[in-house]
């Protein structure tokens, strides 16, 4: 099986099991209210889902952003949040000012 | 196609006309953060060893990049190909409310199905804030297409910018791609704040991220499903949502 052609393994392995749920989705949806109270849950679960992805992201980091500290990356975050509460929730300027603040605090430690 | 205000929500077909409207709104702040991520995704295929042309087919094929990166990474390192297969289902197990939240947004009752199973396929977190944010001001009839037409152009940008990270893999600045990496949670995480409307919401997303270090802990491999079924159900069970939105 390991000798199959690399676009082969892509589809068994990565096409087909990403998106059965997908297509489980567009199945679900006709017996949902698109009002009702499932579908806020729904919607609670996704973004706590997202979030706890943010987070996992910050604590076991990758290896290109490994430059940086937990600390570093979870003061980022805070000033981005900051900065969107401030500035009437303009998303653009917050996650600019949070990936700059992540930048300058790499740079300023390794200096 | 003209609408009539008054029958938009009864007509059975989509306006195929908004597509090229959608594709626009690819060129956004989504559009570029989700560029920024797929450098990093070219660059890490390189470092991984894996085809230029593998690592393009697999946005088209995939397209959720989380699994892409599983997928190459296990693969490089000789797993076989059913715990490949098993590991990147479980990191797409989030599509299944993502896409539920999307099509709840953007389909008609009365139209044939077969867009809804396009539209799924292009659904992934980007198409899911993206359709929070610009689908309310569109008549019913014109969401779907429009939806379409924004993650078709995303997955065409998205290929040219992995051939672009493949090739810059060895000469960025170390800080500039750890920033880079940084901007897709760092999006995420605003976006959460920005689109929040119930309490739940804000409460979900803190819930989550709590949870999150405990489940990486507890359940290393199925931690982002037990935070988010844990912390979305604390959070909607404790701050029940009253109907008048308050920010």
């Avoid at chain 2, 989504?30 to 894996?50: C, E, K, P, T």
């Avoid at chain 2, 989550?208 to 802990?217: C, D, E, I, R, Y």
Wanted: proline residues 4%.
């Amino acid at each position: 099986m390991q000798d199959l052609p690399m676009w082969i393994k892509i589809v068994l392995a990565g096409t087909v099991v990403t998106y059965l749920w997908r297509m489980l989705g567009v199945v679900l949806i006709s017996r949902l209210d698109p009002q009702g109270t499932m579908m806020l849950w729904i919607r609670a679960v996704a973004t706590a889902l997202v979030a706890s992805l943010v987070m996992r992201l910050m604590i076991l980091p990758s290896q290109m952003m490994s430059v940086t500290t937990l600390t570093n990356r979870l003061s980022a975050l805070f000033i981005g949040l900051v900065v969107l509460f401030t500035i009437r929730r303009n998303t653009v300027i917050a996650v600019f000012s949070a990936v700059l603040a992540l930048m300058l605090m790499a740079w300023l430690q390794q200096g | 196609m003209k609408y009539n205000g008054h029958t938009q929500s009864l007509r059975g077909t989509y306006d195929w006309g908004a597509l090229p409207y959608g594709m626009r709104n690819a060129f956004s702040m989504a559009g570029l953060v989700m560029a920024a991520s797929f450098l990093g995704f070219g660059a890490l295929i390189r470092d991984l060893g894996v085809t230029l042309s593998a690592g393009v087919f697999s946005v088209a094929a995939i397209w959720a990049l989380p699994g892409q990166v599983v997928f190459f990474s296990m693969v490089a390192h000789g797993a076989t190909l059913p715990a490949t297969a098993l590991v990147v289902t479980l990191t797409a197990i989030r599509l299944l409310p993502m896409t539920l939240l999307v099509l709840a947004r953007v389909r008609l009752r009365n139209a044939p199905r077969w867009p809804e199973f396009l539209l799924a396929h292009l659904t992934a977190v980007t198409l899911w804030v993206i359709a929070g944010r610009s689908m309310e001001k569109w008549p019913r009839e014109r969401r779907l297409p429009c939806l379409v037409g924004t993650g078709l152009m995303l997955m065409a940008l998205m290929s040219v910018m992995t051939v672009i990270g493949y090739m810059l893999a060895d000469n960025l600045p170390r800080i500039l791609s750890a920033g880079l990496v940084f901007l897709s949670p760092a999006f995420f995480l605003t976006s959460l704040f920005a689109n929040a409307s119930y309490r739940f919401d804000y409460a979900a997303v803190i819930f989550g991220g709590v949870l999150s270090p405990f489940a990486v802990m507890l359940f290393p491999d199925f931690d982002l499903l037990v935070s988010g079924l844990v912390g979305g159900t604390a959070a909607f069970w404790l701050f029940a949502p009253r109907r008048g939105r308050s920010h």
